[in-house]
């Protein structure tokens, strides 16, 4: 039985446009890439006091926390606070990177709206393993991330590996990926992607907003 076994490679998750040789006749092909996209705010930190502040003053007001996946935390039950007018231009810059990250997946002529909510995590805080179900595109964006703050960690999404006797980050080996967060990062990533957040370790919180474009209603 003949196969036919065909790669085009594009972008530079690919290493460029033709791989590289790793033996005479041996040729290697990096295939199944999950691509996550970040970018960093930094012309806006004046700002980011006000952001933390109007996080920690919607708990006040509703202290009850959504739940979902928070843990030893609170989550805003609120899942517009990027349309409130302090966070403009940081709606104007979710927008846009999404639009991009959803071009460079094919589907950046489909419309789509933001999902969007705080995530605050206290000492020991933390987010349980999960997805994004129903989702075309996942994201943070880090308000405030003191020393210790809980890392993201993305699972590793080809489940076979984890029966696999390479365990590391060796090709066809298992490996979790773990992002440590930084006060102004955005993070993209796709829906599917199993991700959990480690137990925060500092008395000042951890800050986030948490984002979804979704398709409209």
Not at 68 to 91: C, D, I, K, Q, Y
Not at 109 to 132: A, C, E, M, T
Not at 194 to 206: G, I, K, S, T, Y
Request: hydrophobic letters at 40%; one cysteine or more.
């Amino acid at each position: 039985m003949g196969s036919n076994f065909q790669f085009t490679y594009t972008g530079p998750a690919f290493g460029g446009a033709e791989p590289k040789p790793t033996a005479p006749g041996l040729r290697a092909f990096d295939v199944f890439a999950t691509r996550i996209w970040q970018a960093r705010l930094d012309d806006s930190p004046p700002l980011f006091a006000s952001w933390v502040q109007a996080a920690l003053d919607l708990r006040a007001a509703r202290p009850k926390a959504a739940g979902r996946t928070n843990r030893h935390g609170w989550n805003s039950e609120e899942m517009n606070v990027l349309e409130l007018p302090l966070f403009a231009p940081l709606r104007r810059l979710v927008l846009a990177h999404c639009k991009e990250a959803l071009t460079e997946m094919g589907v950046g002529v489909l419309p789509f709206r933001l999902q969007s909510w705080f995530n605050v995590h206290d000492k020991g805080g933390y987010n349980i393993l999960h997805v994004h179900q129903g989702s075309l595109l996942s994201g943070g964006f880090y308000l405030q991330a003191p020393p210790g703050s809980g890392k993201l960690v993305f699972r590793d999404p080809r489940p076979g590996t984890i029966h696999g006797y390479v365990m590391s980050g060796l090709p066809n080996g298992y490996t979790d990926v773990h992002l440590t967060p930084e006060a102004g990062l955005l993070v993209l990533f796709p829906h599917w992607l199993e991700h959990f957040v480690e137990p925060h370790d500092n008395d000042a919180p951890r800050v986030m907003i948490a984002f979804n474009a979704i398709q409209p209603e």
